[in-house]
């Protein structure tokens, strides 16, 4: 799963005030920017680029969509944060910590996955993760790693004062894992396939026992997306139109998940070893009703008080109500005078209605 770091944090924050606080502007336009990052469950992105789906729906919407793949996924929220972009994919905890916390309004336009045993904690030599209490444990520092750690902790009763984190880059942590000094890591696919094929590699926590926490979008700057809708619509329908073929059973489905596999730089059986580890939303009516559902907003809590207490809200944030996260059903959570962070379900629903 994707990282980002606290002065990365701090760095998109003070860009964005640079730049006008992420001015994509709000007003109608005919071009948009979307931007995307290598993770299975946003391969669909740069597969239709490559496979004329994307032109498909934005000629329908008489628009230009202009989809731009970026090695470094922070970087492309950072630009994204800056006005750069209109669009960006991202999971739910970044997307508060940076473009919302950096004063960008944005919408979660489509829910496409969510993280079901991709992101893992891995002891060398021990099998159960009451083993991890007094070790240093090596993550990407308060990256969803960071989060997974907390919640696998809180499940056997310990906080993170129990043992001591150490932070790695994803660039560097299979390397990490095999020096003998390394005894604990959390990471995610295509990282934690690798590090499990040494034996004494033990997954003794993964993200599926916290099902539905860590989610994956689409994101877009709330002010474009009010002021040009058919952009959501466009993104909706190369989304569901991608993410059925990547799950057909058929010659073409094959031939999709082998190039995005290679793409994302593994083989058609590691591509789909990822994708069995992830909860695909390729259906619209499902996303919606995990996007409606009581437990999102229960989840954002726990994401919320997290970043606040890594101090990852702002500077001088005095609460986890900072900022206001608005849910599909106009409920909101924190401040609801500084809302920068919606969920909406406007885009899934019409897909699932055949109204795009």
Do not use: C
């Not at 090695?71 to 994919?89: H, I, K, L, R, W």
């Not at 070790?135 to 902790?153: D, G, K, T």
């Not at 009010?226 to 993104?235: S, Y």
């Not at 991608?242 to 596999?261: D, F, P, Q, V, Y």
């Amino acid at each position: 799963m994707q990282t980002f770091s606290k002065i990365v944090s701090t760095t998109a924050l003070a860009v964005s005030l640079m730049l006008g606080l992420g001015s994509a502007k709000a007003e109608q336009k005919t071009d948009f920017k979307v931007a995307w990052s290598i993770y299975v469950g946003w391969m669909p992105w740069g597969y239709a680029a490559d496979h004329g789906i994307v032109k498909k729906w934005a000629d329908k919407y008489g628009i230009k969509i202009e989809v731009t793949q970026f090695n470094d996924y922070v970087e492309s929220m950072n630009q994204y944060t800056a006005g750069a972009f209109d669009a960006v994919t991202l999971t739910n905890m970044d997307g508060l910590s940076i473009p919302a916390a950096g004063g960008v309004d944005t919408t979660a336009v489509i829910v496409g996955d969510f993280s079901n045993g991709n992101d893992a904690v891995i002891l060398k030599d021990k099998a159960s993760l009451a083993d991890i209490k007094g070790q240093n444990v090596n993550l990407v520092e308060f990256s969803v790693s960071h989060y997974l750690l907390a919640r696998a902790l809180e499940s056997i009763k310990l906080a993170e004062r129990d043992v001591k984190v150490v932070n790695t880059s994803d660039a560097d942590m299979v390397a990490a894992y095999k020096t003998p000094d390394v005894t604990a890591v959390v990471t995610w696919n295509p990282l934690v396939s690798t590090i499990l094929e040494d034996p004494p590699a033990k997954k003794v926590f993964d993200s599926s026992e916290v099902p539905g926490e860590i989610i994956d979008l689409m994101v877009a700057n709330s002010g474009v997306l009010k002021d040009n809708p058919n952009f959501g619509k466009a993104l909706a329908g190369i989304w569901y139109e991608t993410a059925a073929l990547l799950r057909a059973e058929t010659a073409e489905g094959k031939a999709a998940r082998e190039a995005m596999g290679s793409a994302s730089g593994t083989d058609l059986a590691g591509f789909e070893a990822q994708l069995a580890a992830t909860k695909l939303f390729d259906k619209p009516a499902d996303a919606v009703a995990f996007t409606t559902s009581p437990n999102l907003p229960k989840t954002m809590d726990l994401v919320r008080n997290f970043l606040f207490e890594k101090g990852l809200l702002g500077n001088g944030a005095s609460s986890a109500d900072v900022i206001g996260i608005e849910m599909p059903d106009g409920k909101i959570l924190g401040d609801t005078g500084n809302v920068k962070l919606r969920f909406t379900d406007s885009y899934m629903k019409a897909a699932a209605d055949g109204s795009l």
